[in-house]
């Protein structure tokens, strides 16, 4: 690894590689501390221009390795906007020519020291950062969700009323990063996921591992899943650790007798009284209360989030039922783990994936038979989906639309069966975002249930 200047105010003269919102948010941001920007895409756009103008930065429009090398040479510091793959060119022009890297991270801890709580991992993140925020805010301290959100962390900075930064911390930002310290970081689980972005499974675990690489012996907490063994391996050794888990694990934040309990024996609230308690609600609910009170939470407060959240949009949402069949948008789902955690929550289902594949093992699906009994299999991966529970259960391949898909799940649900939909895939094939193909479910599925004709 390049060593980089050893203080940010060093810096003159930055590349900011990729110009979608956290480009434009680092640019913006080392603009306003006086240094120079040049600003690179590979498929610009026009409010990429209006907005490198704007800013009034340069903006290298899709350059050759050549091009982009010559205008790198005389540059302080690269720093890549969270997606850029591991073999775009950028990085090994930042070797030959020991140009160092730094992420947005790197740039927000030299401009500002304000305490900062950190959520990665691969399925949960927005969920677990939006209670903690929720449970900061219920208790009064003034904290914002950032990072992986709309909010990149050199924006969330700006405001200087903020009391605590709860940070939502990718695969992508930590693994470019050079120093991250926060109070208390979460690692929630470990499950195969972006490797059309990471060189190897290794390096996105290595990039993963950076939220606790420099966490303070003395001060800093580790908050960890008592029953995910990437997580437990990457236990840091001299800072303390809290790990949570379900009931019947040996994790000190956990479930007994039905009731939440902190690792003191201290009850937060009855498993009955949440809102949703799928398993995965219940270790998220854990994680956030440990560490929304390490960083100085009331426990009524947090209590009080614990009974009232309901959950994000298409994270295994309720949508509707009719003739005793429920539906489910679990959209967000992109990798086969969190396809599995949701399915693992009902008893018999008729599910809806595929998509445009990571990169990943998608057969592992298949090991979801049962609850699983019926499989509508959807995009451009339809055929792996298929593949993945051949002979296990009926496979129903749709090439053509969500309202299609939709159909074909309602023919084959019965009285009792849960239609969830649950990808396992990214949604650019036939969508731009997951949010846009699960409100294309939820309106199919309103469609279905009014039937053919209905205004």
């Given at each position: 690894?390049?060593e980089?200047?050893?203080?940010v105010?060093?810096l003159?003269?930055?590349?900011v590689?990729?110009?979608?919102?956290?480009?434009?948010?680092?640019?913006?941001?080392l603009?306003?501390?006086?240094?120079?920007?040049l600003?690179?895409?590979?498929?610009?756009?026009?409010?990429?221009?209006?907005?490198?103008?704007?800013?009034g930065v340069?903006?290298?429009?899709?350059?050759?390795?050549?091009?982009l090398?010559?205008?790198?040479?005389?540059l302080?510091?690269?720093?890549p906007?969270?997606?850029?793959?591991?073999?775009?060119?950028?990085f090994?022009?930042?070797?030959?020519l020991?140009?160092?890297i730094l992420?947005?991270?790197?740039?927000a801890a030299?401009?500002?020291?304000?305490?900062?709580?950190?959520?990665?991992g691969?399925?949960?993140?927005?969920?677990?950062?939006t209670?903690?925020?929720?449970?900061?805010?219920?208790?009064?301290l003034?904290?914002?969700?950032?990072g992986?959100?709309d909010?990149?962390?050199?924006?969330?900075?700006?405001?200087?009323?903020?009391?605590?930064?709860v940070?939502?911390?990718?695969?992508?930002r930590?693994?470019?990063t050079?120093?991250f310290?926060?109070?208390?970081a979460?690692?929630?689980?470990?499950a195969?996921?972006?490797?059309?972005?990471?060189?190897?499974?290794?390096?996105?675990?290595?990039?993963?591992?950076?939220?606790?690489?420099?966490?303070?012996e003395?001060f800093g907490?580790?908050?960890?899943?008592?029953?995910?063994?990437?997580v437990l391996?990457?236990r840091p050794?001299?800072?303390?650790?809290i790990?949570?888990?379900?009931e019947?694990?040996?994790?000190d934040a956990?479930?007994v007798?039905?009731?939440l309990?902190?690792?003191?024996?201290?009850?937060?609230?009855?498993?009955a009284?949440?809102?949703r308690?799928?398993?995965?609600?219940?270790?998220?609910s854990?994680?956030a209360?440990?560490?929304?009170?390490?960083?100085g939470?009331?426990?009524?407060?947090?209590?009080s989030?614990?009974?009232s959240?309901?959950?994000?949009?298409?994270?295994v949402?309720?949508?509707?039922e009719?003739?005793g069949?429920?539906w489910?948008d679990?959209?967000k789902?992109?990798?086969a783990?969190a396809?599995?955690a949701?399915?693992?929550?009902?008893e018999?289902?008729?599910?809806?994936a595929g998509?445009?594949?990571?990169?990943?093992?998608?057969?592992?699906?298949?090991?979801?038979?049962?609850?699983?009994?019926?499989?509508i299999?959807i995009?451009?991966?339809a055929?792996?989906i298929?593949?993945?529970?051949?002979?296990?259960?009926?496979v129903v391949?749709?090439?053509?639309?969500?309202?299609d898909?939709?159909?074909?799940?309602?023919l084959?649900?019965r009285p009792g069966?849960?239609?969830?939909l649950?990808?396992?895939?990214?949604?650019?094939?036939?969508?731009?975002?997951?949010?846009?193909?699960?409100?294309?479910?939820v309106?199919?599925v309103?469609?279905?249930?009014?039937?053919?004709?209905?205004?």
């Amino acid at each position: 690894m390049i060593e980089p200047p050893s203080d940010v105010a060093e810096l003159t003269a930055v590349a900011v590689a990729g110009f979608a919102v956290t480009g434009r948010a680092v640019a913006a941001a080392l603009v306003a501390h006086g240094i120079h920007v040049l600003a690179l895409d590979d498929h610009p756009s026009p409010s990429m221009r209006a907005a490198a103008a704007s800013i009034g930065v340069e903006l290298l429009e899709a350059p050759d390795v050549e091009l982009l090398a010559a205008r790198l040479r005389d540059l302080d510091a690269i720093v890549p906007s969270p997606g850029i793959p591991d073999h775009h060119p950028v990085f090994e022009l930042s070797s030959d020519l020991s140009i160092p890297i730094l992420s947005e991270f790197d740039l927000a801890a030299a401009w500002d020291d304000r305490p900062i709580v950190a959520i990665t991992g691969t399925d949960g993140k927005t969920t677990v950062t939006t209670l903690i925020t929720e449970m900061l805010l219920a208790s009064g301290l003034r904290a914002v969700a950032c990072g992986n959100t709309d909010t990149p962390l050199v924006s969330a900075i700006t405001d200087p009323t903020l009391e605590v930064l709860v940070v939502e911390a990718s695969s992508f930002r930590l693994g470019h990063t050079q120093r991250f310290r926060p109070e208390v970081a979460v690692w929630l689980n470990f499950a195969p996921d972006h490797l059309d972005v990471h060189r190897s499974l290794a390096a996105y675990e290595g990039a993963k591992a950076r939220i606790w690489s420099d966490l303070d012996e003395d001060f800093g907490l580790a908050v960890a899943s008592a029953t995910d063994p990437v997580v437990l391996a990457n236990r840091p050794a001299m800072a303390r650790t809290i790990t949570f888990g379900p009931e019947g694990t040996d994790a000190d934040a956990t479930v007994v007798d039905g009731m939440l309990r902190l690792p003191d024996g201290t009850p937060l609230v009855p498993v009955a009284e949440l809102p949703r308690s799928f398993p995965h609600d219940i270790t998220n609910s854990l994680a956030a209360s440990v560490a929304a009170l390490a960083m100085g939470a009331d426990l009524d407060a947090v209590r009080s989030v614990l009974r009232s959240f309901t959950g994000l949009a298409h994270r295994v949402q309720f949508v509707a039922e009719h003739d005793g069949v429920r539906w489910f948008d679990d959209s967000k789902a992109t990798t086969a783990h969190a396809a599995l955690a949701a399915i693992a929550g009902f008893e018999s289902v008729v599910l809806i994936a595929g998509g445009r594949n990571k990169g990943l093992d998608l057969t592992v699906l298949g090991d979801a038979v049962p609850p699983v009994r019926a499989v509508i299999a959807i995009g451009e991966a339809a055929h792996l989906i298929s593949e993945a529970f051949a002979e296990r259960c009926p496979v129903v391949e749709i090439r053509t639309d969500m309202t299609d898909a939709v159909a074909a799940a309602g023919l084959h649900a019965r009285p009792g069966d849960v239609v969830l939909l649950s990808p396992g895939c990214a949604s650019f094939d036939w969508f731009g975002s997951y949010a846009q193909r699960g409100d294309a479910f939820v309106r199919a599925v309103h469609g279905f249930i009014a039937g053919p004709g209905a205004a």
